[in-house]
């Protein structure tokens, strides 16, 4: 029986019956002993290398991932140039039946702007990209740096997490759905049909904040049913992982109902320091506040780009799209994913138009706030300027880049363009200086040359790189 079980230590011998630790420190056919004196690297081994472990064990962070996914994905306004100077020919060509072929017509009409059309749509796209914008917002964010207090930091951060989710109330309905219906077209159709029938309970047309009723129907009747389907058929196909994004996507919709939302705000209101900044602010008068902010104007009128996600979301799930389409769609989609992340401390816009006939697309990053050049100011402060990345192709013109770094009416600029275009670069350089001296600007420096490579955001913003000498774990 002690064979058996291995028993190291004899059942006679008081002598033998404390045993030492078999392990010895120099036993070369053991790697990574334990040294409890001090700290030993995890992937310190001999004989693997380092690229080796890295793919085994992936220590890399989530911000070191975040980058290398932005290395790795294909260039947006490559791919949109050409979904759009196609006129969606892909998707025509795909076979997505008729009715999507006038959608797809509508949306290349939607592109015709003036130039002042094109102004205004630049505007309204910078202020629904940036929700916590205004007078209210500025004061809590000036209450958050100041106070010391966790718990009116938390009470802050509460009301705007349930604020963002409550303004994103009816797209978040509008994601439920698309991942139900992807749900629906992942599973057999006879628990498929009895899907449908419940998400016929679901209504899409909620006010924000009204979530109760279409909450109900989602936690008491659609989880459970898809919950006792998953147990009955243990699927781990691709309905588990439209699943996953359904619950999420769930979660943030309860989190939005107004009630709660007003109950965080009354929260909020308690600490004497919030009241000293706003002063007594009824819920009525909060509900006009928020509905007046640059972001709930614009996002009334931010119809282009919805349009274009809708019909992109549309090609990649389809089932009569073809694989081609699919995988062009979906590099699309995630590019937009990266360039949205949490990790991006930059302002993305797209400017997609139709002017005068002629067909363009820019893609634009903005930094603000940029101090990456370390210039000290009068008072001994970094000066703050403005740093813009901007790429933009123009239909049988060619492909720009721009990089533009702007301190109050002091402008620095390099301006590349397409080969084609070099016997015109004293035009183009006259016709730049003269739209800045219109608008109030003077070059510091202007630099304009043809375009050899296209660069990456990286290369114009440093800053992305901040991040990376930080203390970053990969969970």
Do not use: C
């Not at 294909?74 to 100077?85: E, F, K, R, S």
């Not at 679901?202 to 919950?227: C, F, R």
């Not at 994004?245 to 965080?264: C, D, Q």
């Amino acid at each position: 029986m002690a064979d058996l079980l291995k028993v190291t230590t004899p059942l006679t011998g008081s002598e033998n019956s404390t045993r030492t630790n078999p392990i010895r420190e120099n036993d070369s056919s053991i790697q990574n002993i334990v040294n409890p004196s001090k700290v030993v690297r995890p992937d310190g081994r001999e004989g693997v290398s380092t690229d080796t472990q890295r793919k085994a064990l992936n220590y890399e962070s989530n911000y070191e991932t975040f980058m290398q996914m932005v290395r790795d994905t294909p260039g947006l306004t490559q791919m949109i140039t050409d979904l759009i100077y196609s006129r969606m020919g892909i998707i025509v060509s795909s076979g997505m039946g008729e009715n999507f072929t006038e959608e797809i017509a509508n949306f290349m009409e939607m592109l015709k702007m003036t130039q002042g059309e094109l102004v205004y749509f630049l505007k309204n796209q910078a202020a629904s990209a940036v929700k916590f914008k205004g007078a209210f917002f500025n004061v809590l964010r000036q209450i958050l740096d100041q106070t010391p207090s966790i718990e009116l930091k938390t009470s802050i951060l509460d009301f705007l997490k349930r604020y963002n989710d409550m303004s994103a109330g009816p797209h978040l309905m509008n994601q439920i759905m698309q991942n139900l219906q992807n749900i629906r077209q992942s599973i057999p159709r006879s628990y498929g049909d009895t899907l449908a029938e419940l998400m016929s309970k679901l209504y899409t047309g909620s006010e924000q904040g009204d979530t109760t009723a279409n909450t109900a129907v989602l936690k008491n009747e659609i989880i459970p049913y898809l919950s006792k389907y998953v147990s009955q058929t243990y699927d781990l196909g691709k309905a588990r992982d439209w699943m996953t994004m359904l619950t999420l996507n769930i979660a943030r919709y309860e989190n939005g109902e107004k009630t709660s939302f007003l109950k965080a705000f009354s929260q909020m209101m308690t600490f004497g320091s919030v009241r000293e900044k706003l002063g007594d602010i009824s819920p009525e008068q909060l509900g006009k506040i928020l509905a007046n902010t640059e972001f709930e104007r614009a996002t009334q009128q931010y119809t282009l780009m919805d349009k274009l996600t809708e019909i992109l979301e549309t090609g990649m799930n389809g089932t009569e799209s073809t694989h081609e389409a699919k995988t062009v769609f979906a590099n699309i989609i995630n590019s937009l994913l990266l360039n949205e992340s949490v990790y991006m401390p930059l302002l993305h816009l797209m400017i997609p138009a139709d002017i005068g006939g002629r067909l363009m697309f820019s893609e634009m990053w903005i930094d603000p706030d940029d101090q990456s050049n370390g210039n000290d100011g009068s008072n001994g402060e970094k000066e703050k300027q403005i740093r813009l990345f901007i790429k933009f192709d123009i239909k049988d013109v060619g492909y720009f880049e721009m990089i533009l770094l702007s301190k109050q009416e002091n402008v620095d600029m390099q301006l590349y363009y397409p080969e084609k275009l070099s016997t015109y670069k004293k035009m183009i350089q006259d016709g730049v200086s003269n739209i800045m001296e219109r608008n109030g600007l003077r070059f510091q420096s202007f630099y304009t040359d043809v375009l050899q490579a296209p660069k990456t955001i990286s290369e114009v913003f440093p800053k992305l790189y901040e991040r990376m000498n930080a203390v970053n774990v990969r969970i």
